[in-house]
């Protein structure tokens, strides 16, 4: 396939990070619950997203998911830079797009299979953050030029701050920040998170604390960043090892940016502050540099299919990962070792279903089967 259509480091780097959510999480996550000796308290802390300010890895696989679903658009929209006009077909297929997302967001995180609309969160998962992203993104890339993207993506993460700085005050208490204030008041009793009692009245679940409405216009600007990467990484002006080298580059300058912005804007997963927008940006980018000088650049494109088949199906294997609980089937076949295997019996389940989420991704990539939205 011709490099400039697709890369391998994109599918490896994609494949890489649901790896970590659909496959190790499960089972550090199912070790760590079974041994809870302080001696594990640094790998706990690592893959346990923080409670408010700060970052660690499992805050950084959210931001890579919007970031790649950026990168691969200077790549499958690359005719509509080249001559091509957007027609109907295009704009119907980026609207399916988006009501496919947010469907299978509903399914996955949304309660609509709960049958029961008091309970129905209609904005409330990744995939659903992807949609809006990816959307916006699509069409900045194909109406716009390379300053119009710049000036778009600067536009939205300048009016997230502005909204904070005016309207905020800069206050940012988990329950009470501008972001969270526009989210109940928009989602309302559907806002994930809410309490609902026996005799229907609900309450705010103070525990919980992500948003999403505002939140949006930097989870546009996080799929706009891994857009720019793209389009350097397909510049042909530039030599590959020379691309790595200025996106790599790139990647420090977020994360110094962030982590200078961090001391007015505090790094916050859960509001996708711009500082942690920033410092998230900056690792993918850096993320994406190192993979694309080591598949594409040095050519080592061998042993990755175990990744790929995570990669190029990455829509399935986070929804089938998130959404479909194997534990009946594996407990159906694994309930021998039970016996043999004691307190670790629920490390023994957990794998179970971790292979077989993976048989069915392997099958799928070996068979040629990939399932787009």
């Known amino acids: 396939m011709d490099p ?22 499960p089972l550090i996550h199912t070790f760590l619950r079974i041994n809870t000796s302080p001696v594990w308290d640094g790998v706990r802390h690592q893959v346990s997203h923080v409670s408010w300010e700060g970052f660690v890895l499992w805050d950084i696989i959210m931001p890579l998911f919007l970031f790649m679903s950026g990168a691969t658009i200077p790549f499958s929209m690359a005719k509509y830079r080249e001559g091509v006009l957007p027609g109907k077909q295009f704009y119907l297929k980026l609207l399916r797009r988006f009501i496919l997302l947010f469907f299978l967001g509903w399914i996955v995180q ?50 997230y701050l502005l ?94 940016l962030g982590l200078a912005m961090d001391s007015f804007f505090p790094i916050i997963k859960k509001i996708w502050s711009s500082s942690m927008t920033l410092y998230s940006g900056g690792i993918c980018s ?41 534990s009946s089937v594996s407990r159906s076949f694994l309930h021998g070792f039970e016996h043999l295997t004691g307190d670790y019996y629920p490390l023994v389940v957990t794998s179970g279903n971790v292979l077989i989420l993976f048989l069915i991704l392997w099958v799928m990539y070996r068979k040629g089967l990939f399932l787009k939205v």
Not at 6 to 16: H, K
Not at 130 to 141: E, S
Not at 304 to 326: D, H, P, Q, R
């Open 286 to 326: 850096l993320a994406l540099a190192v993979t694309y000088l080591i598949v594409d650049v040095w050519g080592i494109k061998r042993g990755w299919g175990w990744l790929k088949c995570f990669g190029m199906n990455s829509i399935t294997a986070y929804f089938i990962g998130e959404a479909v609980n194997f």
């Open 163 to 256: 909204v904070f700085i005016i309207f905020g005050h800069m206050n940012l208490d988990p329950q009470d920040n501008i972001a969270m204030v526009v989210d109940k008041a928009v989602l309302g009793s559907h806002r994930d998170g809410v309490i609902w009692n026996p005799d229907g009245s609900w309450t705010w679940n103070e525990g919980y604390q992500y948003t999403w409405i505002l939140s949006s216009l930097n989870f546009i600007v996080t799929v706009m960043l891994g857009c720019y990467a793209g389009v350097l990484l397909k510049d042909r002006t530039y030599r590959p090892s020379y691309r790595a080298i200025l996106l790599g580059g790139a990647g420090v300058m977020m994360i110094v």
């Open 4 to 25: 400039d259509k697709r890369l391998a480091s994109l599918d490896v780097l994609r494949g890489l990070d649901l790896f970590l959510l659909l496959v190790a999480g």
């Open 110 to 159: 949304g309660n609509l299979l709960n049958l029961d609309f008091k309970t129905f969160h209609p904005f409330a998962n990744t995939l659903q953050a992807i949609a809006v992203g990816y959307v916006f993104t699509a069409l900045a890339f194909v109406h716009f030029g390379r300053k119009g993207r710049w000036i778009f993506g600067t536009a939205c993460f300048l009016a």
